[in-house]
């Protein structure tokens, strides 16, 4: 019988900064954040969870995995895109002064990064990297083994809205306009299984 293994992908809930440019700039998760996340991922069992060293993620991870007896490893490159000058700004603020440049980051990122911020092709490269590592070195191991965990062969990682669309971008190919059709809201749970060499996506963006 062949075995699934299955990566979830649980972006964090909402922060007490609100909508705006939210990238290396830590943030808290407000209480209803906090309680969607632990709402989604009942019924679900890990052998293990990966999280973004940033507040909103890492704080949440820490909490999840007490008294579950399973490993927690905070992946550096999970952590969301810096956009440097326009950190913890809104698009209508940034819009009101820097609008030529804000329309060119939405339309060509790769070739317009923001005063100060991390380049686009940086960002999808480190998120790329860590993914495929994923993927390339654990999953296949696992796959592979007996498993008599009770978790069973599903890992959790927990992190950020364009980390998570650029993981899924990765394995279907996107480029970013395509990339940014696809909808990941706070507290929302996707699925990705591997398995026989084969990586699917079994669902996006489930709330509860």
């Known amino acids: 019988m062949q075995k699934i293994y299955t990566i979830d992908l649980l972006r ?3 922060t007490t900064a609100g909508q705006c440019f939210l990238g290396s700039t830590d943030a808290d998760l407000t209480e209803s954040g906090v309680q969607k996340m632990h709402k989604v991922l009942q019924q ?3 052998s293990r969870v990966i999280s973004s060293p940033l507040k909103r993620c890492a704080d949440f991870s820490q909490a ?3 008294d579950k007896k399973i490993p927690l490893i905070i992946e550096n490159d999970l952590r969301e895109m810096n956009f440097g000058d326009w950190e913890g700004r809104t698009s209508a603020e940034i819009w009101e002064t820097q609008q030529k440049q804000l329309s060119a980051f939405w339309n060509d990122p ?3 990064t923001p005063p100060n911020a991390e ?3 940086d960002f999808t490269y480190r998120v790329d990297a860590v993914f495929l ?3 390339e070195t654990y999953c296949k191991e696992k796959c592979s083994e007996e498993q008599n965990s009770e978790q069973g062969n599903n890992t959790l990682i927990i992190a950020h809205g364009g980390v998570i669309r650029q993981m899924l971008a990765c394995i279907l190919s ?3 306009q395509q990339a940014q059709k696809i909808h990941i809201d706070y507290a929302s749970l996707s699925r990705i299984e591997f398995c026989d060499g084969h990586l699917s996506i079994r669902f996006l ?3 509860v």
């Open 12 to 14: 964090h809930g909402k």
């Open 44 to 46: 679900n069992n890990y």
């Open 64 to 66: 999840y995995i007490k």
């Open 110 to 112: 790769a070739n317009n």
């Open 119 to 121: 380049p686009y092709t």
């Open 133 to 135: 590592k994923q993927i």
């Open 174 to 176: 996107l480029n970013f």
């Open 205 to 207: 963006n489930h709330r």
